[in-house]
């Protein structure tokens, strides 16, 4: 199985083997960090809230769907796994946190109280949700203080 590190200090990144895995979709990309630091299934509720907080739900879901079907062309079909009501990376994965590695957020626990992680990348979800604000085209125009 190939390694995948995930880059969030700095410019987030994927990265398959040390090569950098381009993903080239925005909320794809929040997606997967958010699915990396949460280590555990992820209600899909919880995923549509965060990336299109202001859609209806039929419309969020289709939006979801597409999106984890690219997301599975680019990484592979066994990279994430899935279920009617959670999404996760595969524990099958070999996967790295920068974060996680450099001891900035605690590894210990699979499980994680995701009442509040919304919070945690309100900036990367904010820069993503504008289509034609600036800062959605060139990510690193969010300042670190939005990520708090």
């Given at each position: 199985?190939?390694?995948?590190?995930?880059?969030?200090?700095?410019?987030?990144?994927?990265?398959?083997?040390?090569?950098?895995?381009p993903?080239?979709?925005?909320?794809?990309?929040?997606?997967?960090v958010?699915?990396?630091?949460?280590k555990?299934?992820?209600?899909?509720?919880?995923?549509?809230?965060?990336?299109?907080?202001?859609?209806g739900?039929?419309?969020?879901?289709?939006?979801?769907?597409?999106?984890?079907?690219?997301?599975?062309?680019?990484?592979?079909?066994d990279?994430?796994?899935?279920?009617?009501?959670?999404?996760?990376?595969?524990?099958?994965?070999?996967?790295?946190?920068?974060?996680?590695?450099?001891?900035i957020?605690?590894?210990?626990?699979?499980?994680?109280?995701?009442?509040?992680?919304?919070?945690?990348?309100?900036?990367?979800s904010?820069?993503?949700?504008?289509?034609?604000?600036?800062?959605?085209?060139?990510?690193?125009?969010?300042s670190?203080?939005?990520?708090?």
């Amino acid at each position: 199985m190939a390694l995948f590190s995930v880059r969030t200090l700095g410019f987030p990144e994927i990265r398959r083997d040390d090569q950098p895995c381009p993903i080239g979709l925005r909320k794809g990309l929040a997606l997967l960090v958010y699915l990396a630091e949460a280590k555990g299934p992820v209600g899909r509720d919880v995923v549509a809230t965060m990336l299109w907080p202001d859609s209806g739900e039929d419309v969020v879901r289709v939006r979801l769907r597409r999106l984890m079907y690219r997301l599975q062309l680019t990484l592979g079909d066994d990279v994430l796994t899935t279920d009617r009501s959670t999404l996760r990376w595969s524990s099958a994965t070999n996967l790295q946190i920068d974060s996680q590695l450099a001891g900035i957020l605690p590894a210990t626990s699979h499980r994680r109280d995701t009442s509040n992680s919304t919070a945690s990348i309100t900036g990367f979800s904010r820069a993503t949700r504008e289509p034609s604000s600036p800062a959605s085209d060139n990510l690193s125009a969010v300042s670190p203080h939005d990520w708090k």
